[in-house]
């Protein structure tokens, strides 16, 4: 492994400075994980190439606009641009395959299938469900009419997507 003493801030100097070899140990070092996070944003294996691909061109330009400023490391930098672009061609690509359309349902039409899913909570995770992936009412507001911490609101939130997490998991085993 040729990158083995380099971190990436020494790296990221160099590919400033105008450095060819440091570029290709950056996409050298991150090859392994754009095509890891890859498979887990649920491409198939060969769409992996084309993943690859794309986070290159995404490190690169991520290496471009990095600033030390933003209190992150770059691999959490990168990784946060790598997933937001991956879930983006995901969704891409299931609204493109008419039968996978039909076996996942899509997050911004969830009002469309309001039975499908209520139907898996009662109570005050019912309200806040319906308050929040129907009305969009913002946290605070709901927080406020239910006299509860904000925080026990993003816990029972995080309970509720857990359970909607569990529900599309299920549904894509079946593809």
């Known amino acids: 492994m040729l ?29 392994s994980m754009i095509k ?4 887990s944003c649920g491409f198939y294996p060969y769409e992996i190439d084309d993943c690859l691909q794309e986070g290159l061109i995404l490190l690169t330009s991520a290496i471009k606009s990095y600033k030390p400023s933003y209190k992150k490391t770059f691999y959490k930098y990168f990784e946060l641009i790598l997933l937001r672009s991956f879930w983006r061609l995901r969704k891409a ?14 997050l911004n039409s969830l009002s469309d299938n309001v039975r499908d899913y209520s139907s898996l909570f009662k109570g005050e995770e019912l309200y ?48």
């Open 3 to 31: 990158y083995q003493g380099w971190n990436d801030y020494e790296l990221i100097y160099l590919i400033n400075e105008g450095s060819e070899l440091a570029l290709n140990l950056m996409y050298l070092k991150y090859a």
């Open 93 to 106: 690509n299931l609204k493109t395959i008419p039968y996978v359309v039909d076996a996942i349902p899509d």
């Open 128 to 175: 806040i469900y319906k308050e929040i992936f129907i009305y969009n009412t913002p946290v605070s507001v709901i927080s406020k009419k239910l006299g509860r911490k904000e925080s026990q609101i993003y816990y029972e939130l995080k309970k509720i997507k857990e359970i909607l997490r569990e529900e599309f998991d299920l549904l894509t085993k079946t593809r």
């Open 36 to 39: 890891y996070k890859a498979r």
